[in-house]
């Protein structure tokens, strides 16, 4: 095995299986998925026990599934008819599946953020081409329905950043993609040098993942791109934070097997099954790889529990981070 893959000795990161609850005996953890386009199912992470809590009669896209940083929301959008040009909306439900509140006016994005009972949402139409939609307005709205509009025009990522309490918003412009952030506390609404709008945990770093130009991991402190640091045998991967760490990323990749011809093959099980694929796990403080595990980390699998859930051949763990690399 080559010495990259191998686990670091230079500072052991543990991973646990998460085995039963950290803060009391009342506390469940969960994770979501969109089963067969139309419904969402949960697992608890303690016992396994799985329950469908939402069976909708419109298209689920499996990419929309959303969990607060609490855990006491749940959303997702609904395809609303049949046609390439339906109007999407957003539904927001409890853990167990109850319906809270249902919004109406053609959401294309989402994130929950600027507190407990919020959601930031960018509202537009339905085209072909580009980004998929024509971008209208951004807006906060809470579960009571007030809306708060946030002055950013064409809008059309968003990505919510607790460490310093701020939404961070893609624009298109002529320019260019621009990086606008709002901070909720205040409501001022600023344009910054940001390249990305993914921030690690502790805000040190954050990854601009761009399919057509692959990911590149940037220093928030002064915006220095640090992609070259990154393992090169992980590139082409699309990484994302380990949610609760501090700057830990995970990837996804297939294993291959190498016959006595030198071909490459992708690593099945068998002829049936998944392909094989390893999560790794890398700091990006050093660069270095600290985890791999066996398995898959970006199978639709949602939660607001702190860690990277692995789906190995259907069964969904949660391992979490016993310290972090500082």
Not at 210 to 222: I, K, M, N, S, Y
Request: a negative charge; proline letters at 4%.
């Amino acid at each position: 095995m080559p010495w990259a893959w191998k686990l670091l000795a230079c500072k052991v990161v543990a991973l646990l299986i998460l085995a039963g609850p950290a803060v009391g005996q009342d506390t469940d953890y969960f994770a979501y998925r969109v089963e067969d386009r139309h419904a969402v199912l949960r697992i608890s992470l303690q016992t396994g026990e799985r329950d469908t809590i939402a069976i909708s009669d419109h298209y689920i896209p499996t990419h929309t599934l959303r969990v607060s940083s609490t855990g006491e929301l749940v959303g997702f959008l609904e395809k609303v008819g049949k046609d390439f040009f339906a109007s999407t909306r957003l539904v927001i439900t409890d853990p167990a599946g109850e319906r809270i509140r249902v919004i109406n006016q053609n959401v294309q994005r989402f994130e929950f953020c600027c507190g407990h009972d919020k959601v930031a949402i960018i509202e537009g139409q339905t085209a072909e081409g580009g980004y998929g939609f024509i971008p209208e307005e951004l807006v906060v709205v809470d579960v009571a329905g007030n809306r708060t509009p946030i002055g950013v025009p064409n809008p059309y990522e968003l990505s919510w950043s607790a460490f310093d309490s701020s939404l961070y918003i893609k624009s298109i412009s002529r320019e260019g993609a621009q990086v606008y952030r709002f901070h909720a506390p205040s409501g001022e609404v600023t344009l910054t040098s940001r390249h990305g709008i993914e921030f690690s945990s502790d805000g040190g770093y954050y990854i601009d993942a761009e399919v057509t130009a692959g990911t590149r991991l940037f220093q928030t402190e002064d915006d220095v791109d640090v992609t070259a640091s990154l393992p090169a045998q992980l590139a082409g991967n699309i990484p994302s934070w380990v949610h609760g760490s501090n700057h830990i990323l995970s990837y996804t990749v297939p294993l291959v097997t190498e016959s006595a011809s030198g071909e490459i093959k992708l690593r099945r099980a068998d002829e049936t099954s998944r392909l094989s694929m390893r999560v790794y796990l890398v700091d990006a403080a050093t660069g270095r790889i600290i985890e791999s595990i066996d398995g898959h980390s970006s199978t639709g699998w949602v939660s607001a529990s702190p860690g990277v859930l692995i789906d190995l051949q259907g069964s969904v763990r949660l391992y979490r981070l016993e310290s972090d690399q500082d």
